[in-house]
């Protein structure tokens, strides 16, 4: 598609059950991204794919949290036993090359645990 | 350590006014980039403008422009006649470090531009 492409758009989980949200970045882009968004705030980092390789993921808050991206294209973030502090919106953004290429972004996955 | 202030949380303005975004940044990399998006209502961060930390040049984008000045680590954004479509949060980002490409963010500035 000619964007990144994120789903679902919402989901609600209670406390405790898994979650899995997907992106499917901008055809061709190397570089693949997740962050989480808090209300009011901005976007936090949590990890980054070159291809399929999970390069850095210094943000992932816990080990809850488990991002793959195994054949460098389609991407999922799951969260196991969730929270209700995992409540947030999950961006995922692509890249063509990484580094100082700008990064585009899907419209996000609003997660609500109740 | 790396880190976006914009201390402006909220701004509203009346169409057709200029309005300037603060965005004020640290970090000890020599090299590195910032950037700003656009987030609406919608909630998908739309990319403005990158600028790298070797061109201090102003950039001006029909009624946008950039004021980039490295001796006060500020990168602020000046609307032009401002549109009510403006109406959005703003993000001010900085990536740096050769060994990572994560965007560091700013908390935003609201927006509000009322007709």
């Known amino acids: 598609g000619a964007g990144v492409s994120q789903s679902p758009r919402y989901k609600v989980a209670k406390r405790g059950q898994d979650v899995a949200l997907r992106c499917d970045p901008i055809s061709g882009h190397v570089s693949l991204f997740w962050y989480q968004q808090a209300l009011g705030q901005g976007p936090e980092f949590l990890t980054y794919f070159q291809n399929e390789a999970q390069l850095d993921k210094s943000g992932l808050p816990s080990d809850r949290f488990f991002a793959e991206r195994p054949e460098g294209s389609v991407s999922t973030l799951k969260i196991q036993r969730t929270q209700q502090e995992d409540s947030a919106v999950y961006l995922c953004?692509?890249?063509?090359?990484?580094?100082?290429?700008?990064?585009?972004f899907g419209d996000g996955t609003r997660l609500s645990i109740l | 350590a790396q880190k976006v202030t914009q201390a402006q949380t909220e701004i509203s303005v009346v169409e057709k006014e200029d309005v300037t975004l603060d965005c004020v940044y640290e970090?000890?990399?020599?090299?590195?980039?910032l950037f700003w998006y656009k987030q609406p209502p919608s909630g998908e961060l739309v990319f403005l403008i990158r600028r790298n930390s070797f061109d201090e040049q102003n950039e001006i984008s029909g009624r946008y422009s950039w004021n980039f000045q490295k001796s006060t680590s500020s990168f602020n954004f000046t609307i032009t006649a401002s549109q009510v479509v403006d109406s959005a949060v703003y993000f001010c980002a900085l990536t740096a470090s050769y060994n990572t490409d994560k965007l560091i963010f700013g908390t935003g500035t609201r927006l509000q531009v009322f007709p």
């Open positions: 970090t000890r990399d020599t090299t590195y980039y």
């Open positions: 953004a692509s890249s063509r090359t990484g580094g100082e290429e700008p990064q585009h």
